[in-house]
Nanobody
Framework: QLQASRGGLVQAGGSLRLSCQAS????????MAWFRQAPGMERQFVAA????????SYLDSVKDRFTISRDSAKNTMDLQMDSLEPEDTAVYFC???????????????WGQGTKVTVSS
């Protein structure tokens, strides 16, 4: 199971950190990712990290502002979001699958969504 931390409301230019807690040893060997979904929009890839943490991938519009990381010992994955923009407003989801992928349809495990609102 994956459990995402609570999101929140932040002003544009501000920062927010999301965490995803994985339960069970399975996820220690899984790639993990964050996706987001704005109202009326398809779920969008945000960032992903390999099981070792050695490789990451980002959506172009966030790659200079967001940082994904994981702590395998604690079975957690974080998304540090800086310089937030109103366009980042969405419900954010953490997800896991055996190998690295950017397509949400390929993911097997999902956390509950957590809402992030960025005000202008």
């Amino acid at each position: 199971q994956l459990q995402a931390s609570r999101g929140g409301l932040v002003q544009a230019g501000g920062s927010l950190r999301l965490s995803c807690q994985a339960s069970g040893n399975t996820f220690s060997t899984y790639a993990m990712a964050w996706f987001r979904q704005a109202p009326g929009m398809e779920r969008q890839f945000v960032a992903a990290i390999t099981w070792s943490g050695g490789s990451t991938s980002y959506l172009d519009s966030v790659k200079d502002r967001f940082t994904i990381s994981r702590d395998s010992a604690k079975n957690t994955m974080d998304l540090q979001m800086d310089s937030l923009e109103p366009e980042d407003t969405a419900v954010y989801f953490c997800a896991a699958r055996r190998s690295f992928y950017r397509d949400f349809r390929k993911y097997d495990y999902w956390g509950q969504g957590t809402k992030v609102t960025v005000s202008s």
